[in-house]
Nanobody, 126 residues
Framework: QLQLVESGGGLVQPGGSLRLSCAAS????????IGWFRQAPGKEREGVLC????????NYADSVKGRFTISRDNAENTVYLQMNSLKPEDTAVYYC???????????????????WGQGTQVTVSS
C-alpha cells in the first residue's frame, strides 16, 4: 500500500509560519504530481497548491498567494508546503495527495488524485 504521511501541523499565532512535510513510503514522489489540499470544518476540501513532476507549481487558492509556497526535495522524497503570514482562516486539516496519471500539469481537483495522506491539523489562533 502506497502511503503518504503529512507532518508539521500545529497551533500557531496569526502572522506565524509553519512548514508542512509530505513524505512517501514505498514509492518515489518525484514520479507523481503532488497536491496540497485543506478542509475546514463544514467546508469542502479545496486545492491550495500543487507541484508537477517537472517542478512547476500552481496555486489554486487566491487567499494564499504570496504567503504559501510548495517545493520538492527529491533526495528526501518529500514535498513541502511553506506557510507564512498565517491567518485564522487558514485553520484546517491539510492533506497531501499524489496523482499517478500522465498529466504534465498538476490539478487542483481532489478527484484527480489517487493517494492521500491522513492529514495534519493546522490551527491559527491567538
Amino acid at each position: 500500500q502506497l502511503q503518504l504521511v503529512e507532518s508539521g501541523g500545529g497551533l500557531v499565532q496569526p502572522g506565524g509560519s509553519l512548514r508542512l512535510s509530505c513524505a512517501a513510503s514505498r514509492f518515489t514522489l518525484a514520479y507523481y504530481n503532488i497536491g496540497w489540499f485543506r478542509q475546514a470544518p463544514g467546508k469542502e476540501r479545496e486545492g491550495v497548491l500543487c507541484i508537477s513532476r517537472s517542478g512547476g507549481s500552481t496555486n489554486y487558492a487566491d487567499s494564499v498567494k504570496g504567503r504559501f509556497t510548495i517545493s520538492r526535495d527529491n533526495a528526501e522524497n518529500t514535498v513541502y508546503l511553506q506557510m507564512n503570514s498565517l491567518k485564522p482562516e487558514d485553520t484546517a486539516v491539510y492533506y497531501c495527495a499524489a496523482d499517478k496519471s500522465a498529466r504534465n500539469y498538476c490539478s487542483g481537483y481532489p478527484r484527480n488524485y489517487d493517494h492521500w495522506g491522513q492529514g495534519t491539523q493546522v490551527t491559527v489562533s491567538s
